[in-house]
């Protein structure tokens, strides 16, 4: 699963590059089909924690969340960060996936940054 992971994340950010310094991340948006693939889904932040798009959520558009922990108190949106800062790529957290009835999950979350700046 993590390669498979790995793979379709390379592809949306391959898919987000060529529009990235005409738009502010809030009016940015990745084609809605390209972040589903099966029970996997694609959220994109800014590096200051604000979402970017969230296809599951898109109420949280425009919504700093770098404080926002998960259902076991961890900065999920930092702990992101902090792997795409460190070249780690990988952090896990406990979220509803909706995907599967809505159960809390262990979810691994790839970071990989869009932007070159």
Not at 15 to 34: D, G, L, T, W
């Amino acid at each position: 699963m993590k390669k498979e992971i790995v793979i379709f994340v390379k592809e949306v950010v391959a898919c987000a590059r060529p529009n990235r310094k005409e738009k502010s991340p809030v009016e940015f948006s990745i084609p809605k089909r390209s972040v589903f693939r099966g029970v996997l889904y694609i959220c994109a932040y800014d590096t200051s924690g604000t979402t970017i798009t969230h296809p599951v959520n898109p109420d949280k558009t425009g919504v700093n969340r770098m404080n926002g922990k998960d259902i076991k108190g961890n900065l999920f949106i930092e702990n992101l960060r902090q792997a795409v800062i460190h070249y780690t790529c990988f952090a896990l957290y406990f979220y509803i996936n909706p995907a599967s009835s809505n159960m809390v999950e262990k979810m691994p979350g790839q970071a990989m940054k869009a932007d070159d700046s």
